[in-house]
């Protein structure tokens, strides 16, 4: 529907109202609805589920297609990436949000800080999605409404060119809104508490849910110690469930993201139940570390399994957990992704100790095997030492090309005295084009960072600090904040226009007319960045 065409529909209902109606505009009530394209959560779900949907179709074609998104544990922080994101490259076209269960928990629970470990209230993440499709939909509202001003001024002009370039351009305008991946964790609890959320989450706009298969009351961190999964028929009654919650909500198409932490858990909850050799229950069990046993060496309170005509007792520590045998996880998570994906799972996500594209595509390969489009979410975490590990794989392969690297102590080589060395040049060449060779050769149809914005608040007010408290004084802020906002273009150096004021001044026209009182006028400071 045409701008023009909105208006003309609009203007036939206020117009059937007669009288009483007189003081609506049809002009500014299309204005107020184009500003507000995604009226519930439910909507935003549907056309961002098609979007991810096209955007799989596509990286099947060409591995070059892949996607990427940040982490953002604030509504107005995603807003300034997607505005960013539009200002730098003129499209959101395959960039989406990620909404990660550590920032939740470590900025966002009534708690106060805590631990990845599911302590925090299920209802702050769909809450969190909530506030970052509003802060994306204010940023749609505040573009537009810039438009319509363009568009008001240039008809007191009489620039009938330049104004059938603004309605244009207000007609293919593109939304702030995209994607969001959102972590669900392992479920909050059992199948029916995962299908609760799920509601909740899609609800609030997620067209995409990430799941694990650790324990929900064990959760723990995917980059720390202590995990333990659960055996694979609990983990797909969770699959089930999140899938029942998209068809019940009508988002027919969308995405369950499965994650697997099986690479670095050692320990299971429980012995998965099985009634025949092979099947899954039983693939599972095969891989807990266990001794052959007889008869009269069973122990009481001993928990005995039988495989191949032998009684096996199965390690089990102190807290009641099972141990696997050393060394099975990447075949663990092989088996897992394959569960995962034929039984309803859309992507995979394969929590890693180390950003290594050798490693993940051996497993991806082997996947694919069985699943032939079989594609990754992937965490390029802030958990690794990414400087660190790719020097340490520099090395490695130019050793092993019989490179002379004597001049290198592998152990050392975050110390700065190598960023200047050829082997640190060649490390951040790889580091760089990291996620289009992974995308290309191990299967990875999107790259997030989890924890980016965390880190960069924390730097910046680190800097800040640093700078305001210190000699530079109010220097530190102008110089280093304000001037460089002004230097590089970045909206919300306009702050009141930002937080809606200039929203705020055309709405009040809208109802009052002449006698709105508007905050835009000549006293408003922020005309002094008129220029910026």
Known sequence: MTYQTEINQLGQTIGAQGAPWNAIDAESAARMRLQ????????IARYTAKIMREDMAAYDTDPAQYT????????????????????????????????????????????????????????SVP???????????????????????????????????????????IES????????????DAGFGNAEATYLLAKKMIEAGACALQIENQVSDEKQCGHQDGKVTVPHEDFLQ???????????????????????DSLGAGLTKQIA??????????????????????????????VLITRNGKLLRPKRLPSNLYQFRSGTGEDRCVLDCITALQNGADLLW??????????????????????????LVYNNSPSFNWTLNFRQQVFDAWEAEGKDVSGYDRAKLMSVDYDGSDLATEADERIRTFQADAAREAGIFHH??????????????????????????MLGYVKQVQREEIRQGIACVKHQNMAGSDIGDDHKEYFAGEAALKAGGKDNTMNQFAAA
């Open 350 to 375: 394969i929590e890693t100790e180390k950003p290594h594209i050798g490693q993940i595509g051996g497993m991806v390969s082997r996947i694919r095997e069985v699943i032939p489009n079989a594609k």
């Open 68 to 123: 990427q998104s940040l982490g953002c544990w604030h509504g107005f922080i995603g807003q300034q990436k997607m505005v960013a994101i539009k200002k730098h490259f003129g499209s959101t076209k395959r960039r989406y949000l990620y909404l990660s269960g550590w920032m939740v928990a470590a900025l966002r629970s009534d708690f106060g800080p805590l631990p990845d470990q599911s302590m925090h209230e299920k209802t």
């Open 36 to 43: 507000n394209r995604f009226p519930t959560g439910l909507d």
């Open 127 to 169: 809450a969190l999605i909530e506030e970052l499709y509003t802060f994306l939909r204010q940023a749609d509202a505040r573009e537009l409404g810039g438009l319509f001003r363009e568009l008001d001024a240039a008809r007191e002009r009489g620039d009938a060119v330049e104004a059938k370039r603004i309605e244009h351009a």
């Open 238 to 260: 969770k699959i089930r469930a999140i899938r029942y919650a998209f068809l019940e909500l009508g988002v027919e198409d969308g995405i369950i993201v499965a994650r697997t």
């Open 448 to 473: 997030l960072i989890t924890l980016p914005t965390y880190h960069t608040a924390a730097l910046s007010t680190d800097n800040l600090a640093k700078r305001y408290f210190g000699d530079d004084g």
């Open 273 to 302: 139940y099985s009634t025949e050799a092979g099947d899954l229950g039983d693939q599972y069990n095969s891989f807990l570390d266990c001794d052959e046993v007889a008869a009269e060496q069973i122990g009481n309170g001993d």
């Open 173 to 184: 305008h593109e939304t702030h809104v995209v994607p969001i991946i959102a972590d669900i």
